[in-house]
Nanobody, 124 residues
Framework: QVQLVESGGGLVQAGGSLRLSCAAS????????MGWFRQAPGKERDFVSA????????FYADSVKGRFTISRDNAKNTVYLQMNSLKPEDTAVYYC?????????????????WGQGTQVTVSS
């Protein structure tokens, strides 16, 4: 049974930092791309960042480039999203996802597995 479990969300002031974690289990993800998406109230779930498990290629939405960093720990089967210089508009539920089509890393329907989400709230 595949599981993606996010953690690390919380409340932070604007300009602060948070690190999200996504622990993956239940299958080999070596050929997968791991993505982070976010969904604010009343809005669609948007792409934030992704990383190829094999090779480590990384991808970012323009809105987070230079502020967020995605990484992975192969030994722990865990993907991280380091979020710095947070802004109130970063407030959302953040979801971890896994898919096997890295060429379409930005398309949420290309992901097969999803975590339950973790809330990030940035106060002004």
């Amino acid at each position: 049974q595949v599981q993606l479990v996010e953690s690390g969300g919380g409340l932070v002031q604007a300009g602060g930092s948070l690190r999200l974690s996504c622990a993956a289990s239940g299958r080999s993800f070596s050929n997968y791309v791991m993505g982070w998406f976010r969904q604010a109230p009343g809005k669609e779930r948007d792409f934030v960042s992704a990383i190829r498990w094999s090779g480590g290629n990384t991808f970012y939405a323009d809105s987070v480039k230079g502020r967020f960093t995605i990484s992975r720990d192969n030994a722990k089967n865990t993907v991280y999203l380091q979020m710095n210089s947070l802004k109130p508009e970063d407030t959302a539920v953040y979801y971890c996802a896994a898919g096997n089509d890295y060429r379409n890393y930005g398309l949420r329907y290309k992901y097969d597995y999803w975590g339950q989400g973790t809330q990030v709230t940035v106060s002004s």
